[in-house]
């Protein structure tokens, strides 16, 4: 039981990376287009 709950904790924080990776990424690219 605690591998899979393990397993899910990090499949859970790479997706958030993801997301937090593709914000970065349209922020900068806002940032570009108002300068």
């Not at 990090?10 to 690219?29: G, Q």
């Amino acid at each position: 039981m605690l591998p899979v709950c393990l397993s899910h904790v990090v499949k859970l924080y790479t997706h958030m990376k993801l997301v937090f990776y593709y914000y970065c990424c349209c922020c900068y690219y806002y940032y570009y287009l108002a300068s």
